[in-house]
T-cell receptor, first 111, second 113 residues
């Protein structure tokens, strides 16, 4: 089966750095995606990791360790508009190449 | 503009009254999927389709139907809605190998009373 865990909520200050963790257990791992979702809106794609290491995209970076079943999303120079939920999703060969989503982490950025 | 269009955005209906939520994508994507999102439960897959006339059940298919008669359209049908189907629904599409992640529709907030 599949299991994905994320912290439920996090709080950080504007201008700071925050790391959102995601741990997963899947039988046929084939890539990990991070999405951002503002309240009541659709998720939007942030990053994709399939190999170990760090992928950087401006203020956002995502890291993957396949041996540990672990990923994190790093947000730098936090802005108020970064207040949102962050969803970790794993693509699984043994799940028809479908995506399994984690419960999401709600990030609040305070002034 | 590449997008997934979902309608309606909001819908309030009564128990047992059949309804359809439409979904259309203009990116020529083979793969389309429906999700529901509930507090504390995250996104759960209802149905998905890998191509025209090919559909399959996700994790929570009970009470829902879908069809894929054309590549661009993937409607979600609730034949007899019940209050436990009150939720936020998202349609999403991606390429055949799902390498790029999803493009999501803007969501449909359904309330069944």
């Amino acid at each position: 089966g599949q299991n994905i865990d994320q912290p439920t909520e996090m709080t950080a200050t504007e201008g700071a750095i925050v790391q959102i963790n995601c741990t997963y257990q899947t039988s046929g791992f084939n890539g990990l995606f991070w999405y951002q979702q503002h309240a009541g809106e659709a998720p939007t794609f942030l990053s994709y990791n399939v190999l170990d290491g760090l992928e950087e995209k401006g203020r956002f970076s995502s890291f993957l360790s396949r041996s540990k079943g672990y990923s994190y999303l790093l947000l730098k120079e936090l802005q108020m508009k970064d207040s949102a939920s962050y969803l970790c999703a794993v693509r699984d060969w043994d799940y028809g190449q479908n995506f399994v989503f984690g419960p999401g982490t709600r990030l609040s950025v305070l002034p | 503009e590449a997008q997934v269009t979902q309608n309606p955005r909001y819908l309030i209906t009564v128990t047992g009254k059949k309804l359809t939520v439409t979904c259309s994508q203009n990116m020529n994507h083979e793969y389309m999927s429906w999700y529901r999102q509930d507090p504390g439960l995250g996104l759960r897959q209802i149905y998905y389709s890998m191509n025209v006339e090919v559909t399959d059940k996700g994790d929570v298919p009970e009470g829902y139907k879908v069809s894929r008669k054309e590549k661009r359209n993937f409607p979600l049908i609730l034949e007899s809605p019940s209050p436990n189907q009150t939720s936020l629904y998202f349609c999403a599409s991606t390429t055949r190998d799902r390498a790029d992640g999803y493009t999501f529709g803007s969501g449909t907030r359904l309330t069944v009373v």
